[in-house]
C-alpha cells in the first residue's frame, strides 16, 4: 500500500493515479477503501465510489461492461494543483491559475449559498462556501465499455 500524492492532473487523473485505472489497481495501491457507495443513475452505467476518509479524497468508477477510474473528489488542503495549494486560492486566483493553464471554458453557478466554478475543457469544478474551497472534483468522461472518451 502506498501514500496518495494529492496533484491533481486534469483529465490525467490524481498523483500516479490515472484515469482507466481499475477499482483492482486502485485498492492494490492505496489499501481497501474506509466505504463504498453504489449510486444509482438515470443511465444503466454503474457507479462505485470508494471513500478514502483518512486521505480527504473519493474516487469514482464508472461503466458497465469495465468499471474504470473516472473521477476524483478531494478537500485535502495540502491538494496542488499546478504546483499551488488550490485551498490557499482565492477564486479569482483559482480563476487564474486555470486559464494561465491553459483552460478557458468557465462556467459559474450558485446554488443553495454554494457556489461551483467549473471549467468544462479540463472537467474540473471548484466547490466554494463564500471564498473558501470547500472541495474540488475532477475527472473524465466514461463510456458503457469503460473506455475513456477523448473531451
Not at 19 to 36: N, P, R, V, W
Not at 44 to 50: A, K, R
Not at 125 to 132: K, M, P, V
Request: charged fraction near 25%.
Amino acid at each position: 500500500m502506498s501514500a496518495l500524492s494529492h496533484i491533481i492532473k486534469p483529465l490525467e487523473g490524481c498523483g500516479d493515479l490515472h484515469f482507466g485505472q481499475s477499482i483492482e489497481d486502485i485498492t492494490a495501491l492505496l489499501g481497501e477503501a474506509e466505504e463504498i457507495d453504489h449510486l444509482d443513475t438515470d443511465d444503466d452505467m454503474t457507479t462505485v465510489v470508494l471513500h478514502f476518509w483518512e486521505q480527504y479524497i473519493s474516487i469514482f468508477f464508472e461503466g458497465v461492461e469495465r468499471t474504470v477510474l473516472a473521477c476524483f473528489e478531494t478537500d485535502h488542503p495540502d491538494t496542488l494543483l499546478f504546483g499551488k495549494k488550490v485551498f490557499e486560492l482565492s477564486r479569482e486566483e483559482t480563476i487564474a491559475l486555470m486559464q494561465s493553464n491553459g483552460y478557458h471554458e468557465l462556467e459559474t453557478e450558485e446554488e443553495e449559498g454554494e457556489i461551483r466554478i467549473s471549467f468544462e475543457d479540463g472537467l474540473i469544478d471548484f466547490f466554494y462556501d463564500g471564498d473558501i474551497l470547500l472541495a474540488v472534483n475532477w475527472g473524465v468522461y466514461v463510456d458503457e465499455a469503460g473506455n475513456i472518451i477523448q473531451y
